[in-house]
């Protein structure tokens, strides 16, 4: 703390103490009575309106001087300190010794060095006793003043209360998620960082649980975004009392929970599972809402350190990878992830990493699969279904590629350039001056697509460089897809109709579509899943169930096309049951364009 020498400075420099008398020199006694009142009167004035708390005790720690914003600090009125020891009013005893024990032995001893000029530095920070018990934390300036042999300590104080009650909230607000009070991604990260580092590659010490809640964006959507919210904050809570050991629940954005734990010795997945387990029962009682009730679940990963995993980014992707296992089982569920695991991200990586490359290389090619009239004699058009030309694998089906390429992105220029390829294939046949096939091509577009920004454009654009008629073109996107957010796909939708393309509703019967939707959207086409074609002919519910889709295609205005038809007796049952068009190996697989030129079924030209 700062040491000023009392007086007018005029001493010795080198001196810090000056005796006050000494300061004052030669004056005749009188004056000197005099001047000193005035002293008093000045000192006492300023001390009165500083701002700081101004405190002073003398060589044995007696208080001799307490202003008024002392007392509003620490609680003392002025009468109930003036005379007493500091140590048995607003100085702790043992803190003063444990701050300053370098210094001297006892708080007397160390009164007595401050006396001969120890040197103490300014801003450092003080505890207080309040009057009431609680701690004042605050910095001060020190200076001490010699008269003669005897001494005073003064010191002004500054109150740091309010400032760091404001400071800790600005932290809390920094590291809190503000709908949920939970720790955030921030807090969470810092948090995981310093578990791991600790936790020294021991493994089977730390454990991430990541919690998604599956469905959530629908509740958003459907109920809106004040009922999502009251929702979340709900969660937050169950999670919270189905905790018993975690070290941070948090909130890691939209509806998904992070949750830590740090076990030392080797039991963090078991924990782990067992919240995770225990969340999830908590989260399967209903929600309430303004109107009713909303039921929910959750996917949950687990990942935890092992002998190889000991980084915080990769227990944080490794979790992430099982959570997204989870999903893929419906939901509902709890996946940790594990050496199988392991090899299928590596696998899913080795795939994104060349596919990459696979467009520029050009791996990527068509097949097309002919879609026959049912009741006429030959196809009505083609669906170009996408192959990959692998170098080492061979020719790759799409089951095996466009779910990686839809999570990487990948299917955004894999898609234009689908739809681009198929456009000119038709226009090339048509040019070739055929009927048939020629009149219409169907392209899959996944969701990832539909949600783009630019996909209208992008159709817009690729019908203008081939020169396809927008007739000529169906857009196939599936039932899941659609209904996956309803709302923003029947803009979308509408938006392509705009253009005048035709849209078929892809794999029908193996989502779950809202009617009412179902007869918003601006379909022409509806393709009932090959599941349901399988089941034709084997039972006789089977076939009710494919009867009864037609039947509300048709009632909705939408020409049917039954995929995956395989057997003359699966084609029977569907012309009685009136379907309009068909599509499977029984009339051909997918092949290649030029395998189908020249095929007299297809009509397609050589
Ligand atoms: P999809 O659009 O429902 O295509 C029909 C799938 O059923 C094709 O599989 C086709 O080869 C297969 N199939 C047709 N008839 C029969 C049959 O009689 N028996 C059997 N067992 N299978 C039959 P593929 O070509 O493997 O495509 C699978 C899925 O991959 C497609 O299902 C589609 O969802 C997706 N896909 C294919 N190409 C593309 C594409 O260019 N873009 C996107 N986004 N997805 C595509
Ligand atoms: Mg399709
Ligand atoms: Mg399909």
New binding site residues.
Partial sequence: MDRVAAGDGEGDRGDPVVPLSSALGKVPSGALEAELDAWRTRFAQVVGVCRDAFIEIDSDARVTEWNQRATDVLGWERHEVIGRLATETFLREEYVRSTFHSVGRTYRELLHQMGRGIDLHGGQEVELVHKDGHMVVATGSVFVSSYGDDFRIGGFVHDLTEEKAAEEALAHAYLHDSLTGLPNRSMFSYRLAYAVAKARGVPDSVAVVLLDLDRFKSINDSMGHEVGDGILVTVADRLRASDGVAEVIARFGGDEFLVLFECGESSAEEVAVAFAERALQALAAPFPVERGEVFLTASVGIATTTESVNEATTLLSNAEAAMYQAKQRGGSSVEVFGEAMRIEVLDRMTTEHSLYRALERSELMLYY?PVVEINGSGAVGV????RWQHPEQGLV???RF?PVAEESGL?IPI?AW?LEEACHQLRDWQHGGRTGPTSSVE????ARQIDHPEIVETVERILSTTGLPPANLTL?I?ESALMRDAASALDVLRALKGIGVSLAI??FGTGYSSLSYLQRFPLDVLKVD?SFVDELGVSPEGSEIVAAVINLAHALGLRVVA????TEQQLEVLQQLQCDFA???LFSR?VPASELVGDPRFSIGA
């Fill in positions: 699969q669906e170009a279904l996408i089906a799409p089951y466009i299917i898609g689908v392209v899959n577009l996944s196939e599936t892809d794999d090959k995929e995956g038809v395989e599509q499977g190996y997918p």
